[in-house]
């Protein structure tokens, strides 16, 4: 291993956010489609969903999305490819020759900025017309195919204008590694264009990273420093930038 490289960002809400609670029992206001909250209360981002939205963005952008026998989309798993190298892959029958490649990536649950969570508590600002805690409630109607009857349902949602922080933990096992990086940041582009959670289609869970900070800590060295400048996006994020990376990490 070479080290680590660790990405802090802020993910800031473009559009209302909805990242399902999976608990469908009473809720406050008659919401049936509450978010995920932490045992504050507070809504997040689980980890497991950005990178899970990371990865299968990646897949369909190069080309490796599996079907299983029933036509449903399967992450890829050949163990080869630069997808399984950054997301990992499991010992599969296709694959058991090799060893079980390590994930590169950890995706930690992304909590709101303390600032931002107060400004929601107290309705300051921009969240002034909140109506719950920290998320705001939206009326999405569908219609049953079978009976063409409308059903109205009530979303809860994380505002426009929350701010979570991010943070991404890529290991560096060796120097190809280091040139693979630059697809977790096309990753992060693709996340920017697409969306997070539920009802994407309609608008929602439009995200963007800004100020974006990179710490490197290297095997040789394991102390933590910053390596670069802020950047106020991914796009700021380029081959020369890269290749820098590649000398700071490999230096000896
Ligand atoms: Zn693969």
């Not at 963005?57 to 050949?78: D, M, Q, V, Y």
């Not at 930690?108 to 400004?119: P, Q, T, V």
């Not at 009976?147 to 290991?171: D, H, M, Q, W």
Request: with cysteine; aromatic share 8%.
């Amino acid at each position: 291993m070479l080290g680590r490289l660790i990405i802090n960002a802020d993910l800031v809400v473009k559009t209302g956010l909805h990242i399902g609670g999976g608990n469908s029992s009473v809720e406050i206001g008659g919401i049936d489609n509450s978010v995920i909250k932490n045992h504050k209360g507070e809504p997040y981002i689980p980890g497991s969903s950005l990178k899970g939205k990371l990865r299968s963005l990646t897949e369909l952008a190069h080309n490796k999305i599996g079907k299983n026998e029933k036509g449903e989309n399967l992450p890829c798993n050949c163990g080869e490819c630069i997808i399984c190298k950054i997301y990992g892959a499991s010992a599969s029958e296709e694959n058991k020759t090799q060893d079980r490649l390590p994930t590169r990536i950890i995706v930690r649950d992304a909590f709101l900025k303390d600032s931002i969570a107060e400004d929601m508590r107290k309705k300051r600002g921009e969240f002034k017309e909140l109506e719950l805690a920290y998320t705001e409630s939206k009326w999405e109607n569908s219609i049953d195919r079978l009976t063409s009857k409308a059903n109205p349902r009530l979303f809860e949602r994380v505002p426009e204008g929350a701010i979570f922080e991010l943070e991404v933990i890529y290991t560096i096992y060796n120097e190809e590694d280091i040139g693979n990086f630059k697809y977790l940041i096309e990753g992060f582009k693709f996340v920017e264009d697409d969306y997070l959670g539920g009802n994407g289609t309609r608008g929602y869970g439009k995200v963007n990273l800004e100020n974006i900070k990179f710490f490197v800590k290297t095997i040789d060295d394991y102390t933590i420093k910053q390596f670069g400048d802020v950047k106020a996006s991914v796009n700021e994020i380029n081959d020369t930038w890269i290749s820098e990376l590649k000398k700071e990490m490999i230096h000896s």
